[in-house]
């Protein structure tokens, strides 16, 4: 069994920055998915084992960055320029595929709150 192990959530200003982190049990393409109160389990950032690849949702890009770290299995989150709408639980994924869907990924952790107060 896959373990993934988050951290890094928390409350943060309009217009400030946070760096989540997934530790992964295993090698696999990993990838950030949110969910915002009475809204569906949205993606966030892909990457990829091999070759670091990325891919990220156009409401984050050029303020959100995956990325990872293959020696530790860990991929990061780094979030800036943090708007109220990005507020949701913040969850971890990964699987054998690369992916931008939530049927993509096998294994998932237990999410992490982040909160941006106006």
């Known amino acids: 069994q896959v373990q993934l192990v988050e951290s890094g959530g928390g409350l943060v200003q309009a217009g400030g920055s946070l760096r989540l982190s997934c530790a992964a049990s295993g090698r696999y393409n990993m990838a950030w998915f949110r969910q915002a109160p009475g809204k569906e389990r949205e993606f966030v950032a892909a990457i990829s084992w091999i070759a670091g690849m990325t891919v990220s949702a156009d409401s984050v890009k050029g303020r959100f960055t995956i990325s990872r770290d293959n020696a530790k299995n860990t991929v990061y989150l780094q979030m800036s320029s943090l708007k109220p709408e990005d507020t949701a639980v913040y969850y971890c994924?990964?699987?054998?595929?690369?992916?931008?869907?939530?049927?993509?990924?096998?294994?998932w952790g237990q999410g992490t709150q982040v909160t941006v107060s106006s």
């Open positions: 994924a990964a699987g054998p595929r690369f992916s931008s869907v939530v049927d993509g990924y096998n294994f």
